[in-house]
């Protein structure tokens, strides 16, 4: 239960350092569209090695948005994103991540994906204090209720809206119903009006 919600987050952590980290210092280094998965994923490493760890995140989720789609990219650079964040201590943003690439490697079949990342993971995942783990699950936990707690009350709200505006439509439709209905029945009388008329005459000629 605990790597399911830690998986999901990390998507989440993925996702948001993509749009985060490509804001910054977007005017200073502009990331050609031309570059392939690999040319990437090298900058992000020669980035890494100078410490310039914003702009390797950059590369990394640069490759992890425009090629993610093939597993093998997508497994090399988030553990790279990981690596990084490791490297800064930051334990709350690397380890969704490490699980989310555990649980990939776990549910892959051997040799689908590059095997190297899985025994890289696993050393860094060893390299993250046990009683920090602890903590980091407990806070993801509640960060996951939240969301779901947040994200049952929109639907309620929505849900709401949607038959408060069904309720103030169905007096309106009720009216034109009966208007019509009105109409009909003027209608049908005035029609009625000659027939009777002349059924009418006869009698009044006999008398």
């Known amino acids: 239960?605990?790597?399911s919600?830690?998986?999901?987050?990390?998507?989440i952590f993925i996702f948001t350092a993509i749009f985060t980290t490509s804001s910054c210092s977007s005017s200073k280094v502009a990331i050609p569209d031309s570059l392939s998965a690999q040319e990437l994923i090298q900058k992000g490493q020669t980035a890494f090695d100078n410490n310039q760890y914003k702009l390797s995140l950059r590369y990394y989720n640069a490759a992890i948005e425009r090629f993610g789609s093939r597993g093998a990219i997508y497994v090399e650079a988030s553990y790279e994103i990981a690596h990084v964040y490791m490297k800064q201590k930051k334990y709350e943003e690397a380890l969704p991540i490490l699980r989310s690439l555990e649980a990939i490697f776990n549910n892959?079949?051997?040799?689908?994906?590059?095997?190297?990342?899985?025994k890289l993971t696993q050393i860094e995942l060893a390299k993250i204090p046990a009683n920090k783990i602890a903590q980091i699950e407990e806070k993801l936990e509640k960060q996951a209720a939240k969301a779901e707690e947040k994200a049952r009350l929109q639907a309620e709200a929505t849900k709401a809206a949607e038959e408060s505006t069904k309720a103030e439509e169905a007096p309106a439709t009720e009216s034109a119903e009966e208007?019509?209905?009105?109409?009909?029945?003027?209608g049908d009388s005035k029609g009625e009006t000659p027939d009777e008329t002349a059924e009418a005459t006869p009698q009044s000629l006999e008398n």
């Open 1 to 3: 239960m605990k790597h």
């Open 5 to 11: 919600i830690i998986k999901t987050v990390a998507t």
């Open 108 to 118: 892959t079949a051997p040799g689908a994906l590059p095997a190297a990342y899985k």
């Open 179 to 186: 208007s019509e209905a009105d109409t009909e029945s003027t």
